[in-house]
């Protein structure tokens, strides 16, 4: 049968691990979130062309023509490096591209956040844009909307899926 030291240094043991398992968490302050979430993907996802009949998004209008868009595809890391890889962005009307460069902006809790480029975008409506964002520490909803040139109050392309 236990004594009653044995039964506190068992009491105070226990009490010891808890302490212990939750100092971590205590200490934290939400950092290990943002170190871990550093290193990972905070958008990773195609493009698609947009239609005049598109809704606004994040108070950023679609572009006066339809657009049509292949294999093109957006990548946006937690620390704000980003790679958009556009192939065939052009007209649905000429299938052509008549914009000489492109640009990218970042969406974040429902308002462009910041924008990269504008870099060169060919007439076969290819580009690449290789930069990096400012994140800020919160990014809720993360999008991606390309614009013509670097006319941020409009977009032809954006980051989801067509349904």
Same mark, same amino acid.
């Given at each position: ?8 240094? *068992?009491?105070? #043991? @226990? ?6 398992? @939750?100092?971590? *968490?205590? #200490? ?16 990773? #996802? ?11 998004? #994040? ?19 937690? $620390?704000?490096?980003? /790679?958009?890889? &556009?192939?065939?962005? &052009? ?35 290819? !580009? ?8 800020? /520490?919160?990014?809720?909803?993360? !999008?991606?909307?390309? $614009? ?13 899926? !067509?349904?």
């Amino acid at each position: 049968m236990p004594t009653t030291t044995h039964r506190r240094l *068992a009491i105070g #043991a @226990a009490a010891l691990i808890l302490v212990a398992g @939750a100092a971590p *968490a205590v #200490a934290d302050d939400g950092h290990h979130y943002r170190q871990t979430h550093a290193r990972g993907t905070l958008l990773s #996802a195609q493009l698609i062309g947009s239609l005049t009949t598109d809704a606004d998004l #994040a108070g950023v209008a679609p572009g006066g023509a339809d657009w049509s868009v292949s294999r093109s595809s957006v990548k946006v890391k937690a $620390n704000g490096r980003v /790679e958009v890889r &556009v192939r065939d962005l &052009v007209l649905t009307s000429t299938g052509a591209n008549p914009v000489t460069t492109i640009s990218a902006s970042l969406v974040c809790n429902g308002k462009v956040v910041d924008t990269v480029g504008p870099v060169a975008y060919d007439t076969d409506g290819d !580009a690449r844009i290789r930069d990096r964002f400012a994140v800020p /520490e919160r990014c809720l909803a993360p !999008a991606v909307l390309l $614009n013509p040139a670097d006319r941020v109050g409009t977009y032809i392309a954006a980051s989801g899926q !067509a349904g």
